[in-house]
């Protein structure tokens, strides 16, 4: 039996590719908390051709929204800078309750699980010189003896610090102080523009928004991205009252926004421990503005499940971890750099918004190709 510890997008994909396997399942799921299931992600195509090898690509494409473009503007001008034709490319946006809804209607239609909702505190192991001997150890005092445990359980689960022998306690909690604050909104409630099938980027300075329509258009996904220390009382108006479109969404009591920490940039290329790998943000908690968190999550379940069938457990774990922190170390480089850019404020900001709309469709495109490559 493998246990894989986290509920969310990363841990329910590691438990389908556990189970793709033949191999039974323990899912540690823990307690949910509710930013877990907010809002809505964008899947770029490397994340579809995971869904797809997953098994379970039409069903989710039954419940998301293909993107015709990705459009940046100006937060001040609302000038187009730059657009990204999306029409050829597998990319939509899905609501975060519909695809964790989904994968959990998989692992439950192929069977062979069992789900306890308490969160691992520890795990004893032993090995190699005698088999392999690890037991976690939950919050309510349950032990389990597993073969392996797949560590999906987040930025501060527990599987990161246990990897990488960190004290959670000092861990950084947040890159440079940004932060993200999230709503979903009615269609309705909002100018129609919103909800066109298109991503949209507006750059400010120092601040970025991003929305999308997700639930069939009946919903739009709001994340603006700025300084923990500029959301003050009146951060609406500072940083949406610019325009008339954004303005919109300006201090509205059907939109209430919730305030993400935004994860840390340090990278632990270490995702293995004995029999202890981690998965999803747990391995990568990677800044969101390249929208690969998730993506990248479903390419490690993806290379869990390929390497699970080939090998026995030792190989296929260490062939896992050795593969995707490669891979995904230049992915994280990439995001940091872009949160760096799109964080640039005042003159900067003006010369960056002119790069972009010089450089145009094709800067973003090179940028792009290697991320959105499927692996
Ligand atoms: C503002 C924002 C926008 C984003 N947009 C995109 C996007 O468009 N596209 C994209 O691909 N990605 C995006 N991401 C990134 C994406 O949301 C994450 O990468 C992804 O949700 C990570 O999933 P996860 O399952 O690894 O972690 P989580 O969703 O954090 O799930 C971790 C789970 O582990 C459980 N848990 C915690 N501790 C324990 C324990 N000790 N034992 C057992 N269980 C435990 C928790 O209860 C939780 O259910 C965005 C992120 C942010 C913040």
Not at 32 to 52: H, M, V
Not at 107 to 120: D, F, L, M, Y
Not at 291 to 306: K, T, Y
Request: net charge neutral; proline share 3%; with cysteine.
């Amino acid at each position: 039996m493998i246990a894989v510890s986290g509920g969310g997008i990363a841990g329910l994909a590691a438990g389908l590719a556990v189970l793709r396997n033949q191999i039974p399942l323990l899912l540690v799921a823990g307690s949910t908390p509710a930013t877990t299931l907010l809002g809505g992600i964008q899947i770029a195509p490397n994340g579809w051709e995971a869904l797809n090898r997953l098994g379970v690509g039409d069903m989710v494409r039954a419940e998301s929204i293909e993107l015709d473009a990705i459009t940046v503007r100006d937060m001040r001008s609302t000038a187009t800078i730059a657009s990204l034709d999306l029409r050829k490319s597998a990319y939509s946006s899905i609501a975060r309750a519909s695809l964790t809804r989904l994968l959990e209607a998989e692992i439950t239609a192929i069977g062979g699980s069992k789900r306890i909702t308490t969160n691992i505190t520890h795990a004893v192991q032993r090995g190699p010189d005698q088999n392999w001997d690890l037991h976690i150890v939950n919050d309510d005092g349950s032990t389990f003896l597993v073969d392996a445990l797949i560590a999906a359980d987040g930025v501060r689960g527990f599987g990161r610090t246990y990897v990488n022998s960190l004290e959670a306690t000092k861990l950084p909690q947040c890159i440079n102080g940004r932060i993200a604050m999230r709503a979903v909104a009615k269609a309705t409630d909002l100018p129609k523009s919103f909800a066109l099938p298109f991503c949209n980027l507006w750059l400010g300075s120092g601040a970025h928004l991003v929305h999308y329509p997700i639930n069939d258009g009946k919903d739009v996904n709001l994340v603006l991205t700025l300084d923990a220390e500029k959301v003050t009382e009146n951060w609406q108006k500072e940083f949406l009252d610019h325009n008339d479109v954004l303005a919109s969404l300006c201090n509205r009591n059907t939109i209430n926004w919730a305030n993400t920490q935004l994860p840390t940039q340090t990278y632990q290329n270490c995702w293995r421990r004995g029999r202890t790998v981690l998965a999803g943000d747990a391995a990568h908690p990677i800044p969101p503005n390249l929208a690969q968190g998730a993506g990248q999550s479903l390419v490690d379940a993806e290379c869990l499940m390929r390497c699970l069938g080939g090998n026995n457990i030792d190989d296929a774990l260490s062939i896992y971890a050795q593969e995707r922190s490669e891979a995904v170390s230049k992915i994280f480089k990439k995001a940091v750099i872009s949160s760096k850019i799109m964080a640039l404020d005042g003159p900067r900001a003006k010369a960056r918004n002119m790069a972009i709309g010089l450089g145009g469709t094709q800067m973003i495109n090179e940028w792009l190709a290697d991320v959105w490559a499927a692996a």
